[in-house]
């Protein structure tokens, strides 16, 4: 098979389980394929079915503690510098989605503010932002700090 039919096939696979087509197969199952006699394995994919808003502050600090424990966060109190919070945020976001929980990467500006409220002492950072209740709250993956952005609605 040569190496584009393979990646087309994969492409295809990968498509399908994402588009929900397969997507029961695919919580069982490595896809796997060859190029060039090398094996490729594509990780299983774990999607939620249902993905939903928190129900509470309190679930949403509950799954944040876990996350951050799963991820070797516990006693940070100060976010790391360097540049890796993008990917914490995303792998945060990732790990929502699989544990059914819709949840956004969330960017600070300069001043540490989003949507007109100051949740961080550092600029240009990056968290997630998550609806708990009737409210959203912008989280840091790193220390697990949560902080009321602004009610549902913007009430």
């Known amino acids: 098979m040569s190496k584009n039919v393979a990646i087309v096939v994969l492409s295809v696979l990968l498509l399908l389980v994402l588009t929900g087509y397969i997507s029961q197969w695919a919580r069982s199952n490595v896809l796997q394929g060859e190029i060039d006699g090398q094996a490729l394995q594509i990780a ?7 993905p939903h808003n928190f129900n509470s502050l309190q679930e949403l600090k509950a799954w944040v503690d876990v996350w951050r424990m799963c991820n070797g966060f516990v006693n940070i109190t100060i976010p790391l510098s360097g540049g890796e919070c993008s990917a914490f945020a995303e792998r945060m976001q ?23 409220v100051r949740v961080s002492g550092l600029a240009w950072h990056a968290g997630c932002l998550a609806q708990a209740g009737g409210a959203y709250y912008w ?9 009321f952005v602004a009610y549902r609605g913007g009430t």
Do not use: K
């Open 44 to 50: 299983q994919l774990q999607l939620a079915t249902n």
């Open 139 to 147: 989280v840091e993956p790193q220390t697990g700090e949560t902080v």
């Open 94 to 116: 990732r790990d929502a989605l699989q544990d059914g929980f819709l949840m956004s990467v969330c960017l600070i500006d300069g001043s540490g503010v989003v949507y007109g």
